[in-house]
Nanobody, 125 residues
């Protein structure tokens, strides 16, 4: 069993910052990439950012480029999401995910095998 646990969510004013953390534990697994998704009420889960461990390549959705930074440690199966200049539209439940299968892009939910329980991010205007 692989478990992902997120932390760091909370309430922040618009323009503020938060750092989300995620750690994977349990049985060893092939970890090709880790990513963050988010889901606002009544909306589908959407990709936010990911890091591919091979080469350390990162990728972001357009709306968070320049404001969010994903980083992590492959050896420790941990990933972080540094969120700056937060906007009300960033408010959602943020989910951490780990990919145990080799894919090309890692921007779609099906490309990830393991998911955390989610952490709430609320941004007040």
């Amino acid at each position: 069993q692989v478990q992902l646990v997120e932390s760091g969510g909370g309430l922040v004013q618009a323009g503020g910052s938060l750092r989300l953390s995620c750690a994977a534990s349990g049985r060893p697994f092939n970890n090709y990439a880790m990513g963050w998704f988010r889901q606002a009420p009544g909306q589908e889960r959407e990709f936010v950012a990911r890091i591919r461990w091979s080469g350390g390549m990162t990728f972001y959705r357009d709306s968070v480029k320049g404001r969010f930074t994903i980083s992590g440690d492959n050896a420790k199966n941990t990933v972080y999401l540094h969120m700056n200049s937060l906007k009300p539209e960033d408010a959602a439940v943020y989910y951490c995910a780990a990919a145990g299968t080799s894919y090309l892009y890692y921007t779609l939910p099906y490309e990830y095998n393991y998911w955390g329980q989610g952490t709430q991010v609320t941004v007040s205007s």
